[in-house]
């Protein structure tokens, strides 16, 4: 199967759902906690979002350095989401550019 981008995708029926995943990973939240995941800080299972510190409570929860855990997910969270390009930092992005000019 094909997505509209020409990636090839694969599952393992046939029925389902190929854009369960998004392409995009930032802002969507966990499941368990409500709180935005960031990069590299969510475990994607059987269709569920957990971050890293529901994760580990899961799966760990005697484990020690939840609360740190936890604390930086919700710094690098807010961190991640203040943090914008803008006019003074460089020239923005201007798109593709046509083949044929004019």
């Known amino acids: 199967m094909v997505d ?5 995708m694969i599952c393992r029926q046939r029925q389902q759902r190929i854009d369960i995943m998004s392409r995009f990973h930032g802002y969507r939240t966990c499941t368990t906690c409500e ?3 960031t990069q590299h800080n969510f475990v994607d299972h059987d269709g569920k979002r957990f971050c890293t510190a529901c994760w ?3 799966e760990n929860p005697k484990h020690d350095g939840i609360d ?3 604390a930086s997910n919700k710094q690098n969270a ?3 989401k203040r943090q914008k390009q803008s006019r003074t930092d ?3 992005p201007v798109g593709p ?3 044929r000019k004019k």
Not at 4 to 8: D, H, Q
Request: proline share 13%; charged share 20%.
């Open 68 to 70: 740190e855990i936890r």
């Open 78 to 80: 807010n961190k991640w």
């Open 4 to 8: 509209p981008f020409g990636v090839m």
């Open 35 to 37: 709180e935005a995941c």
């Open 90 to 92: 460089g020239p923005q």
């Open 56 to 58: 580990i409570a899961k």
């Open 97 to 99: 550019q046509p083949v």
